[in-house]
């Protein structure tokens, strides 16, 4: 609003988000310059409270950043040492062996980690370099100078009443001015989104393809645990209703990470992704791993999954994309963090560059050059045919075709080119009269849980008396197009139960409940009308995940 006066803090770079991009990117700017002004703004209630990942980490890129972390005790500990894929059945499953498949798909040298800890580490390297970390700090608006570039954020504005107006112990926030400002939001995130907008980022690129990750933390009887053992899993309970498949990781201290993703281009809007999840866990191999354990953490996150064709221009005025921001994962891997700590130390050494050459707020095509000529385009050009082919052609052309092309890329050629996607995830959802109604079992409370009680284990709060931070461009098209065309899809794809469609006939509404949100953004990627809008709440609520 025009008429908030807000004070203004000056630095060197701002960095929104404290996942492994943004930590990255403040530590390499310290490493080159200890005089740097560097602050990271995080949305979460601490480092580490938003951060979900699988994960089975590459250490390449926290080598190159700080190739001594095994000595400063980086939560980096168990290595991966059994490497298993298996195609599921409904009754049981056969073993996918390792030797066909590319080199870039073997995990030896990997570890199995918690993102959200490793983070929660790489902040107290960086601050110990001088870098400010200011948790809680959610950025709402973007700030831009007087020749249309980004200057900077508004970041900490609490106390709005539901209906935006201003409460009694309102804070209108402050402004944070950077020569340089990178996003490091996660995926989909919400300035990120306006920047890509504003200044066409995404032109002449591919529609960017997302999937929906969810994830429990399983305490297993010790005698079934085996600590650094990594299993993916593809085929039921998906089958050919979505692209998707799951993972299983074996951690310490008798725990497992019990993973599944949906990719969301699915056509049949009565595919209910959570349900898929919860289903997978009856599987004989699942459900004795699981018997006798204990769920102790649920979340969930939108996984950027269009890879090389899809990366929207990096950089614009005073503004660099980084991490998911940008869409670095690698799909057939299932790893996006190397990429992520890679790209933080590239802008990084771009931005520290330019201001060594008294620049300020213009564009660092040398950051983009760096992402797509060194070894993230890289990363990502050997794969970037998997998806398409899976979206196009099913999952067995993708194993078959999928693989062999990234043989080729492996040699160093491609017979396939560069595929694209085609449509976005919301244009290519059906019409519910063309798709059969899926019937799903009710969760039993031991193996699968109902959304509510697992949303509990994200530890989700978020305060009732402000906005709503999911918005509808128009209220009329939930029950008007999407119930009546689409048989209101937003009831099934989104996993946390924000969505509901409440009362029958002419009575029907369409109701938000925002304080179940796990930020994981689905609703505004899938929505087929593309009617609603996340934005960011205010700074500290959300999910508070614990080892995710």
């Not at 002449?204 to 010790?222: A, N, R, S, T, V």
């Not at 130390?345 to 620049?359: L, T, V």
Request: aromatic fraction near 8%; charge should be negative; charged fraction near 20%.
């Amino acid at each position: 609003m025009a008429d908030i006066e807000r004070e203004a803090m000056e630095y060197d770079v701002v960095i929104v988000g404290a996942g492994p991009a943004g930590l990255s990117a403040a530590i390499r700017l310290k490493q080159l310059d200890a005089d740097c002004n560097v602050v990271v703004l995080e949305k979460g209630s601490e480092v580490g409270a938003h951060i979900l990942s699988g994960a089975v980490l590459d250490p390449c890129g926290i080598d190159a950043l700080i190739p001594d972390w095994k000595a400063k005790g980086a939560p980096i500990t168990v290595p991966v040492v059994e490497d298993n894929f298996y195609m599921l059945g409904e009754a049981g499953q056969v073993r996918i062996p390792n030797f066909p498949m590319p080199p870039l798909m073997n995990n030896h040298g990997n570890y199995i980690v918690s993102m959200g800890n490793v983070c929660r580490w790489m902040a107290e390297q960086a601050e110990e370099l001088g870098v400010e970390i200011f948790p809680g700090m959610a950025c709402s608006e973007i700030v831009y100078g007087d020749k249309g570039e980004v200057k900077g954020v508004v970041a900490g504005e609490f106390g709005k009443n539901a209906d935006g107006s201003h409460g009694d112990g309102y804070e209108p926030g402050m402004e944070l001015h950077g020569k340089y400002v990178f996003l490091s939001e996660g995926v989909r995130g919400s300035l990120s989104k306006q920047v890509i907008a504003k200044f066409d980022l995404a032109k002449g690129k591919e529609p960017q393809k997302y999937g929906l990750g969810m994830k429990e933390i399983w305490e297993i009887d010790p005698a079934k645990h085996k600590e650094g053992s990594v299993t993916h899993t593809m085929g039921w309970p998906l089958e050919k209703k979505a692209g998707g498949g799951s993972f299983i990781y074996h951690l310490d201290n008798n725990q497992v990470y019990v993973g599944f993703v949906v990719h969301l281009g699915y056509k049949n809007p009565h595919v209910f992704p959570y349900m898929e999840f919860q289903q997978f866990k009856h599987h004989p191999m699942v459900a004795e791993l699981l018997k006798g354990g204990k769920r102790v953490a649920y979340g969930a996150r939108a996984i950027t999954e269009g890879g090389y064709q899809s990366m929207p221009k990096m950089v614009a005025p005073g503004v660099a994309l980084l991490g998911c921001s940008v869409g670095m994962v690698n799909l057939p891997r299932i790893k996006g963090n190397h990429n992520a700590m890679l790209s933080g130390k590239a802008a990084a050494e771009a931005a520290h560059a330019a201001i060594q050459a008294g620049r300020s707020g213009d564009e660092l095509p040398e950051y983009e050059a760096d992402v797509r000529d060194g070894a993230i385009g890289k990363d990502l050009k050997k794969v970037r045919n998997v998806k398409p082919l899976w979206s196009k052609y099913g999952l067995t052309a993708s194993l078959a075709i999928g693989g062999f092309d990234m043989w080729c890329n492996t040699l160093g050629f491609s017979l396939l080119g560069t595929m694209g996607h085609g449509k976005s995830d919301a244009e290519v959802t059906e019409p519910a009269s063309k798709h059969k109604v899926i019937e799903y079992p009710k969760p039993d409370g031991k193996l699968s849980f109902d959304r509510l009680t697992n949303v509990a284990f994200s530890f989700t709060n978020h305060e009732e008396s402000q906005p709503a931070h999911l918005t509808l461009i128009d209220p009329s098209v939930p029950v008007e197009v999407n119930l009546a065309k689409y048989a209101g899809p937003s009831a099934r794809y989104c996993p946390a139960g924000v969505y509901e469609f409440v009362g029958e006939g002419a009575e029907t509404k369409f109701q938000i409940n925002f304080q179940n949100c796990v930020h994981c953004k689905t609703c505004d990627i899938k929505d087929p009308s593309q009617n609603i809008v996340w934005t960011t709440p205010q700074g500290g609520d959300g999910p508070n995940y614990p080892n995710m």
